[in-house]
């Protein structure tokens, strides 16, 4: 019985490890990825979305760097679907730093962009996260409001 405890502790450990290299090797290969894409298009916001919701996964400040650089190619090239999901990550990044505040403006302007775009899954993923953040702020009422929101788009 000991023998197998030492084995199953083993095997989960090295699973462990191999899932921590895995993604590792993943998030290499997507920055990789990035840097030989020399073209500014549609595809290159694309890609730095992807990185920034790989590295969004373990709060890693790389995910608020792709973000914005999506944001920053999003706004020359005019691709509004690339503002509002980059918007949105960067919303995200900071609803997990805490900083409610600055999270919120980021949901107020994704949302703005996905209702002009007529996204109705992302509206409502929206107004999801914004009633969270009003929730974190102390503002139930304006949380309601927006969990309510969300609701109504999910019915449709």
Known sequence: M???KIFFVFFILNLCVNILLAQKDSLEKIEKSINNY???DTNKINLLIRAAIEFSENENPKSLFYAQEALKLSNEL???KG???SLFLIADYYNNK????TA???FLQSLVIYE???IRSEVANCFKNIGLTYNYLGNLPKSLENYENCFEINKE
Request: hydrophobic share 25%.
């Open 2 to 4: 000991i023998k197998f």
């Open 38 to 40: 020399k073209e500014n």
């Open 78 to 80: 005019e691709f509004e």
């Open 83 to 85: 503002k509002a999901k």
């Open 98 to 101: 805490s900083d409610y505040s």
């Open 104 to 106: 919120l403006e980021y």
């Open 116 to 118: 002009k775009l007529n």
